[in-house]
């Protein structure tokens, strides 16, 4: 380990012992660490490209069938939840059909039996 002069860059050498790293020194590190990440091959490339893509694909699909099965569920509980009524007018002026599309709520509630000491068919 060679002594470096008082006024020098890297610092004295009471400072290097307790840690000082120079600009220097990280960019060595750097350099060092650079060579040994392991060189990637154009087909770990080509290889790493594709699988990125049938990975998204996959998502995609996958995302795609998950969004129509929840469209399809709210559409059958929609179905069950409402009654559809429609009617249909002529314009006798026209000969253009016009049809109006509603929906009303159902009522899936039990129906009770009328009480039968209360009911309207009670005699005294």
Known sequence: MSEAPQGARSGSRLARMFGYVTPEDRARWEQQRHEQEPALTQLRAAAAASLGALLEWHQTVTGSRFDAEQRTASQARFESSYARTSTRTRDPRTRSITEVVGFT????????????????????
Do not use: N
């Open 105 to 124: 709520a159902v009522d899936h509630r039990p129906r009770l039996e009328p009480d039968r000491q209360t009911g309207p068919d009670f005699e005294r």
